[in-house]
């Protein structure tokens, strides 16, 4: 009798211990999925790529805490729905997933100017790891599911070397003085109803971020926010995937260099990609930024892109708010970069530089609204 008590007792405790488990590990779920990490359950769009599900939520709090919503299309929601159709199409800057929808740079340009009587509908086609070979790809998705009559296009460098790679879905192969684009269809992509049940969770989300290695485009991101190297410094093709010349005499374009010949051949092919539309190039300074406790306030890289594309022929606009984010923190002693949960000035842009990006931003396309 007392053997059949104490066996009775042990499962009877064993059921107890799994029941408060499973609602301690259905507490911690809940508490991941509001405050640390959710990803968006994914789909594949032919014209597209793979893109968060239509009407999506993303949390992001592992640098910064941001609340991503998103419409149809992988298109991030913005304030107003009216006006002048404008795209904007960017990286990880642009989908801004480290601050809320509304603290999210595109978010800032049109609540602006729409408040100085601009009637603009800014559509926020931002997804972390584009470059400008996905930008030419999606295009005749683009055109004719928004119409746009400004196209944004939020670059730095590493867009343009990215975009030669071999190895991604979308990339530019040399043709003697010229590019084609080239679609990679046997690129791996996962099988999306596995990795929305593995990763639909928060475990399986904040499991899929400390185990997978930062994507290229990030680290490159924050690689060069921590250091403001120079032209002649940015060789390392281990991770830049080539290196910088600002010499743009070369008789045949090299994959492997980063120089006007190849900015200029991007260049056009986002022309041809986007004939309708006024292009509007939106370069993020990677500066101010905080390298080994000293303030570094120029961007090299930055300038040197800027230079680049000044020197076109047949000049495309663009917005290089460089003194801008400079006078952020000299004269109001904020950083555009930095969390409270990362190191203090570096990383993607926070609320304040998403604001000043975005001030900069609502001024060039007032201009344009005039």
């Not at 597209?48 to 919503?69: F, N």
């Amino acid at each position: 009798m007392i053997i059949y008590f104490q066996k009775h007792n042990s499962v009877l405790f064993f059921i107890k211990f799994l029941a408060w488990l499973f609602v301690l590990l259905l507490m911690l779920e809940v508490f991941i999925r509001i405050f640390v990490i959710k990803s968006p359950y994914l789909h594949f769009i032919s014209e597209l790529g793979i893109v968060p599900l239509d009407y999506s939520v993303a949390v992001w709090g592992v640098e910064g805490y941001g609340v991503t919503h998103y419409l149809e299309n992988g298109e991030i929601i913005t304030p107003r729905d009216s006006g002048l159709s404008v795209v904007v199409l960017g990286d990880s800057y642009t989908e801004a997933l480290q601050v809320h929808d509304d603290q999210k740079y595109v978010s800032v340009a049109e609540n602006i100017l729409h408040e100085r009587g601009h009637e603009m509908n800014l559509h926020n086609l931002g997804a972390s790891g584009r470059c400008i070979a996905d930008y030419v790809f999606i295009a005749p998705f683009v055109n004719r599911t928004y119409s746009p009559e400004v196209i944004v296009l939020q670059v730095s460098e590493t867009d343009f070397m990215e975009s030669m790679d071999v190895s991604r879905q979308n990339y530019f192969a040399v043709r003697g003085n010229s590019i084609d684009l080239v679609r990679n269809e046997n690129y791996y992509v996962f099988d999306l109803d596995l990795r929305n049940m593995l990763y639909g969770t928060g475990f399986g989300s904040l499991a899929n971020y400390k185990l997978t290695p930062v994507i290229k485009e990030q680290r490159l991101r924050l690689a060069m926010a921590a250091a403001s190297q120079t032209a002649e410094d940015f060789n390392d093709t281990s991770t830049s995937g080539g290196s910088v010349s600002d010499s743009s005499n070369d008789a045949e374009l090299n994959p492997a260099v980063f120089n006007s010949a190849m900015v200029q051949a991007q260049v056009n092919s986002l022309k041809q990609a986007y004939p309708h539309a006024k292009l509007v190039f939106f370069l993020i300074p990677n500066t101010p930024v905080v390298k080994s406790d000293i303030l570094a306030l120029r961007d090299d890289n930055g300038d040197l892109l800027a230079e680049m594309l000044d020197g076109l022929s047949d000049l495309p606009m663009m917005v290089y708010p460089q003194e801008e984010f400079v006078q952020l923190y000299t004269m109001q002693r904020k950083l555009p970069r930095g969390f409270f949960n990362t190191l203090p000035g570096v990383g993607h842009l926070n609320s304040d530089g998403n604001f000043a990006a975005g001030v900069a931003l609502a001024d060039y396309l007032e201009g344009i609204a005039r």
